[in-house]
């Protein structure tokens, strides 16, 4: 069956990285992107940007370009994302998704928590 | 505030139908797919409908999403406790060149 498990749960300083990881299985990792969605505390779901995993091309969103970089491990059939400059409202679950179309995700990992905190 | 625009709630009582708007333009739902994702708290969302009104495998027949213009709506028959959610909404937008989702509506089955 197809599996997407997320790294663990992240606490981090303002200013600060964080690389969170992706691991899929159960479908040709090639064949698909994989998007990364974030959601805050209390809040709706925010697109953070794409990757695919035939070359590795990426698709960020507005509001992340210049903080965010995504990357892949073939090899594993890993995604990461690292997001840059933390601030506090940079705390969310973040979620990675296998995209099914360009307008839908068809799989979900489970979520990683990040908090950003002094 | 989210590009989509969507109700934050709805309720209807056990075995009725309810339906739930996601109202965009014409540079995100006029022009492209909407797909809709069920939400429980604590946990990742779940596709429900994806090409506006195709269902992943396993989803029951009583979810069912349609599209008309710039809006597009989520219907729910059959109403049953356990679809007590948070329901949202998603497209591509052409302007903006980002993945876009509406606010979500938490649903209430009283």
């Known amino acids: 069956q197809i599996q997407l498990v997320q790294s663990g749960a992240e606490v981090k300083k303002p200013g600060a990285s964080v690389k969170v990881s992706c691991k899929t299985s159960?479908?040709?990792?090639?064949?698909?992107?994989t998007s990364w969605v974030r959601q805050a505390p209390g809040q709706g779901l925010e697109w953070v940007g794409w990757?695919?995993?035939?070359?590795?091309?990426?698709n960020y969103a507005q509001n992340f370009q210049g903080r965010v970089t995504m990357t892949i491990d073939t090899s594993t059939s890993t995604v990461y994302m690292e997001l840059r400059s933390l601030r506090s409202d940079d705390t969310a679950v973040y979620y990675c998704?296998?995209?099914?179309?360009?307008?839908?995700?068809?799989?979900w990992g489970q979520g990683t928590l990040v908090t950003v905190s002094s | 505030q989210s590009v989509l625009t969507q109700p934050p709630s709805v309720s209807a009582a056990p075995g009725q139908k309810v339906t739930i708007s996601c109202s965009g333009s014409?540079?995100?739902?006029?022009?492209?797919?909407v797909a809709w994702y069920q939400q429980f708290p604590g946990t990742a969302p779940k596709l429900l409908i994806y090409?506006?009104?195709e269902r992943p495998s396993g989803i029951p027949d009583r979810f069912s999403g349609s599209k008309s213009g710039t809006s597009a709506t989520l219907g729910i028959t059959g109403l049953q406790t356990g679809d007590e959610a948070d329901y949202y909404c998603?497209?591509?937008?052409?302007?903006?060149?980002?993945?876009?989702f509406g606010g979500g509506t938490q649903l209430t089955v009283l």
């Open positions: 998704a296998r995209d099914g179309g360009a307008t839908f995700r068809d799989n």
């Open positions: 159960g479908y040709t990792f090639t064949n698909y992107g």
């Open positions: 990757i695919s995993g035939y070359n590795a091309a990426t």
């Open positions: 014409n540079s995100n739902i006029g022009n492209n797919f």
């Open positions: 090409n506006n009104n």
């Open positions: 998603g497209t591509w937008d052409n302007s903006l060149n980002d993945a876009v």
